[in-house]
């Protein structure tokens, strides 16, 4: 019977560890093969494998973690039978007695236990890491899970989206956003990137059908941009999830239009031309963006350049198409008030809008973006930038009269003084006047639509009363134009904003039950007062383990606060992002770039910051003049957020 054990025992210890690494070895050349080719296919394979784990219900951890935990199982168990042999193996010798038949078999236990020791270890090492190579850091260790791809080109794709950590340091923020559902068929898909893209490279330039802009500069030079075509190659690529990227819209299916001025626009529509989806069921969709998307300087430079292949992610279109078209539902400066003249012109709308046609600039020469302007009494144009603001709902107007600095130094720029100025938003042109949807995607830049091709529902003066002279019927511009106007004052409003609260609190833990915080926790900060939504940009969230960087994004919302019977218009700041990797630290970083309405600094630790959560200055040893506030204390040097953090 011992005889018999034995046998079995080496038998069975050294055909597990071969199957091991027999496993390992299948893995690795799988893998090899697939980063052979390209990764959209490995993506779209494990992508595929982890709907099927979803849909076993195994839980939201992702398939290489499952599989790691499976495989550090299995090495436990055969641990489990090497200490058990050894002990067999003490046993036989510490009660032979003398028996040398008995000392030779338990020297034999030992010996080759220690062999299939060997073996089982170089197998996990080898297994760990094919695994680490396949699903990133973790490996069988049971380290981080991370989430999307880190800043040095390494990928997971096991998060089910490329480039996951582009989103918020190259990609702004994109719409539909990730995971969205109930998204209408109809849906134009936009991105604004933190540079301003090269035209050339999102458009087929050789296309008959490609669209030009021709303007004059101020010397009379004649200056030509693309605006628009059908899309270049697979820069940009769309289809159902279940079907795969084979299954992708053609580049004559979607139209593409780049901001309103071409070479230098932050933002891209992608427009596609068939309804997606389908009117039976909802359908999930994924979408790919290319490293060849090109940066317009440096010139040639991809936009993803420093991260690993582009960027995808996946939303669900629901059966419906979008009919309805979007309204004003806020303005800042409130209509007939008077303002000081610093006064930033902000417009909400009910829902994101195309932005390419509602952001741009007016110069009066190469630039005349038009769409929403502010004009003088006697009719001129007011020069300026229209910026997209927090989300795709936003959007901001700043002059190009420089009036002068805030606390920080920066420049503030200022609306003719002592004047009566009227805003004014153009509907957009309806390729067949009353019907909603309908507006050609060539004339895109003229008038305001939303991001279905609904032309703006504008509503007239102040808009009071919607669609007020056609019984609300679409008739597009001059009769859904909206407009309002106010009175500016010769002064100048300087008054620092600062934080009244933030989400999660100062040095959050996730193993702390009082102040809790979890993978999916809301970050937000609260502002005493209205704030310039396009300075928001400059906010990010960081990671103490480049690695386990998440994308995030950020939306603003106003709102009103009562605080001792006192109202007070204000905003919170959302940042949105991705699940955080578990036992990892972040932190939220807001510069001084982030402004109120009259372009105000936030000062977070200066000698003008006495209350709410900035730090209140103190004069450190070596004044340099330059002051940070990092978790609550008052610095002279740059805060360094990796030494602290929010931990899940």
Same mark, same amino acid.
């Given at each position: 019977?011992?005889?018999?054990?034995?046998?079995?025992?080496?038998?069975?210890?050294?055909?597990?560890?071969?199957?091991?690494? %027999?496993?390992?070895?299948?893995?690795?050349?799988?893998?090899?093969?697939?980063?052979?080719?390209t990764?959209?296919?490995?993506?779209? %394979?494990?992508?595929?494998?982890?709907?099927v784990?979803?849909?076993?219900g195994?839980?939201? =951890?992702?398939?290489?973690?499952i599989?790691?935990?499976?495989?550090?199982i299995?090495?436990?168990l055969?641990?489990?039978?090497?200490?058990?042999?050894?002990?067999?193996?003490g046993?036989?010798?510490?009660?032979?007695?003398?028996?040398?038949?008995?000392?030779?078999?338990?020297?034999?236990v030992l010996?080759?236990?220690?062999?299939?020791?060997?073996?089982?270890?170089?197998?996990?090492?080898? @297994?760990?890491?094919?695994?680490?190579?396949?699903?990133? %850091?973790?490996?069988?260790?049971?380290?981080?899970?991370? #989430?999307?791809?880190?800043?040095?080109?390494?990928?997971?794709?096991?998060?089910?989206?490329?480039?996951?950590?582009?989103?918020g340091?190259?990609?702004?923020?994109?719409?539909?956003?990730?995971d969205?559902?109930?998204?209408?068929?109809?849906?134009?898909?936009?991105?604004?990137?933190k540079?301003?893209i090269?035209?050339?490279?999102?458009?087929?330039?050789?296309?008959?059908?490609?669209?030009?802009?021709?303007?004059?500069?101020?010397?009379?030079?004649?200056?030509?941009?693309?605006?628009?075509?059908?899309?270049?190659? =697979?820069?940009?690529?769309?289809?159902?999830?279940?079907?795969?990227?084979n299954?992708?819209?053609?580049?004559?299916?979607?139209?593409?239009?780049?901001?309103?001025?071409?070479?230098?626009?932050?933002?891209?529509?992608?427009?596609?031309?068939?309804?997606?989806?389908?009117?039976?069921?909802?359908?999930?969709?994924?979408?790919?963006? =290319?490293?060849?998307?090109?940066?317009?300087?440096?010139?040639?430079?991809?936009?993803?350049?420093?991260?690993?292949?582009?960027?995808?992610?996946?939303?669900?279109?629901?059966?419906?198409?979008?009919?309805?078209?979007?309204?004003?539902?806020?303005?800042i400066?409130?209509?007939?008030g008077?303002y000081?003249?610093?006064?930033? #012109?902000?417009?909400?709308?009910?829902?994101?809008?195309?932005?390419?046609?509602?952001v741009?600039?007016?110069?009066?020469?190469?630039?005349?973006?038009?769409?929403?302007?502010?004009?003088?009494?006697?009719?001129?144009?007011?020069?300026?930038?229209?910026?997209?603001?927090?989300?795709?709902?936003?959007?901001?107007?700043?002059?190009? %009269?420089?009036?002068?600095?805030?606390?920080?130094?920066?420049?503030?720029?200022?609306?003719?003084?002592?004047?009566?100025?009227?805003?004014?938003?153009?509907?957009?042109?309806?390729a067949?006047?009353?019907?909603?949807?309908?507006?050609?995607?060539?004339? =895109?830049?003229?008038?305001?639509?939303d991001?279905?091709?609904?032309?703006?529902?504008?509503?007239?003066?102040?808009a009071?009363?919607?669609?007020?002279?056609?019984?609300?019927?679409?008739s597009?511009?001059?009769?859904?134009?909206?407009?309002?106007? !106010?009175?500016?004052?010769?002064?100048?409003?300087?008054?620092?904003?600062?934080?009244?609260?933030?989400?999660?609190?100062?040095?959050?833990?996730?193993?702390?039950?009082?102040?809790?915080?979890?993978?999916?926790?809301?970050?937000?900060?609260?502002?005493?007062?209205?704030m310039?939504?396009?300075? !928001?940009?400059?906010?990010?969230?960081?990671?103490?383990?480049?690695?386990?960087?998440?994308?995030?994004?950020?939306?603003?919302?106003?709102?009103?606060?009562?605080?001792?019977?006192?109202?007070?218009?204000?905003?919170?700041?959302?940042?949105?992002?991705?699940s955080?990797?578990?036992?990892?630290?972040?932190?939220?970083?807001?510069?001084?770039?982030?402004q109120?309405?009259?372009?105000?600094?936030?000062?977070?630790?200066?000698?003008?910051?006495?209350?709410?959560?900035?730090?209140?200055?103190?004069?450190?040893t @070596?004044d340099?003049?330059?002051?940070?506030?990092?978790?609550?204390?008052?610095?002279?040097?740059?805060?360094?957020?990796?030494?602290?953090?929010?931990?899940?």
């Amino acid at each position: 019977m011992r005889f018999v054990l034995f046998s079995t025992y080496k038998k069975n210890l050294l055909l597990t560890a071969a199957l091991m690494c %027999a496993v390992g070895f299948l893995f690795f050349h799988g893998a090899s093969s697939v980063y052979a080719q390209t990764t959209a296919p490995a993506t779209d %394979a494990l992508q595929n494998l982890n709907s099927v784990n979803s849909t076993a219900g195994l839980g939201s =951890s992702s398939l290489g973690v499952i599989i790691g935990r499976i495989i550090n199982i299995l090495f436990g168990l055969l641990g489990a039978v090497v200490i058990s042999f050894v002990i067999y193996g003490g046993y036989l010798w510490m009660t032979a007695a003398g028996d040398e038949k008995q000392v030779t078999q338990a020297k034999d236990v030992l010996k080759n236990t220690v062999i299939g020791l060997v073996i089982i270890a170089s197998s996990y090492a080898i @297994t760990s890491y094919i695994m680490s190579r396949l699903f990133g %850091a973790g490996g069988l260790t049971g380290g981080t899970e991370l #989430v999307g791809s880190n800043g040095s080109g390494g990928v997971d794709l096991l998060s089910g989206y490329d480039g996951g950590s582009a989103l918020g340091r190259v990609i702004e923020s994109h719409d539909p956003a990730r995971d969205a559902v109930g998204v209408p068929r109809n849906k134009m898909i936009q991105v604004v990137y933190k540079f301003p893209i090269d035209p050339t490279s999102v458009i087929d330039a050789t296309s008959p059908d490609a669209v030009y802009k021709t303007t004059t500069d101020a010397n009379g030079k004649e200056i030509k941009r693309l605006v628009s075509g059908p899309v270049n190659g =697979s820069t940009f690529l769309i289809y159902a999830t279940a079907e795969g990227r084979n299954t992708a819209l053609k580049p004559t299916d979607v139209w593409v239009t780049i901001g309103s001025e071409g070479a230098d626009s932050t933002v891209v529509v992608y427009d596609p031309i068939p309804f997606l989806g389908s009117a039976t069921a909802q359908t999930p969709y994924t979408v790919e963006l =290319s490293p060849d998307i090109k940066r317009v300087t440096p010139a040639g430079q991809s936009i993803f350049s420093g991260f690993s292949g582009g960027y995808s992610w996946k939303f669900t279109v629901s059966t419906e198409l979008d009919l309805t078209p979007p309204r004003i539902i806020s303005v800042i400066p409130t209509a007939g008030g008077t303002y000081a003249r610093n006064i930033t #012109v902000q417009v909400t709308f009910s829902e994101p809008v195309n932005l390419a046609s509602a952001v741009g600039e007016y110069d009066g020469h190469s630039k005349q973006f038009k769409n929403i302007r502010v004009a003088n009494p006697d009719g001129s144009f007011v020069s300026g930038v229209w910026r997209a603001g927090g989300g795709f709902n936003i959007i901001d107007f700043t002059t190009a %009269a420089e009036c002068g600095t805030n606390a920080c130094g920066q420049k503030i720029f200022c609306l003719p003084a002592s004047e009566k100025l009227e805003v004014r938003a153009l509907s957009g042109v309806l390729a067949q006047p009353g019907v909603n949807a309908q507006v050609n995607p060539k004339l =895109s830049l003229q008038g305001i639509t939303d991001t279905a091709g609904n032309a703006l529902d504008g509503g007239g003066e102040n808009a009071k009363t919607p669609w007020s002279t056609t019984g609300g019927k679409p008739s597009g511009s001059p009769v859904d134009d909206f407009y309002f106007s !106010f009175n500016t004052t010769d002064a100048t409003k300087i008054t620092d904003p600062k934080i009244t609260s933030v989400e999660p609190l100062f040095g959050a833990n996730g193993k702390d039950a009082t102040n809790p915080f979890t993978a999916d926790s809301a970050v937000s900060a609260t502002f005493d007062s209205l704030m310039k939504a396009s300075s !928001f940009s400059g906010v990010g969230l960081v990671a103490q383990n480049p690695r386990a960087q998440a994308g995030f994004w950020k939306e603003s919302v106003d709102q009103t606060t009562t605080v001792a019977g006192v109202t007070n218009s204000v905003t919170k700041l959302n940042i949105k992002h991705v699940s955080f990797a578990k036992s990892q630290s972040y932190a939220p970083a807001l510069p001084s770039s982030v402004q109120d309405v009259y372009q105000n600094c936030f000062l977070a630790s200066g000698q003008n910051s006495q209350i709410g959560l900035q730090c209140t200055y103190t004069d450190p040893t @070596t004044d340099t003049g330059t002051y940070t506030c990092c978790n609550g204390v008052s610095s002279n040097e740059n805060c360094n957020l990796l030494e602290y953090g929010k931990t899940p």
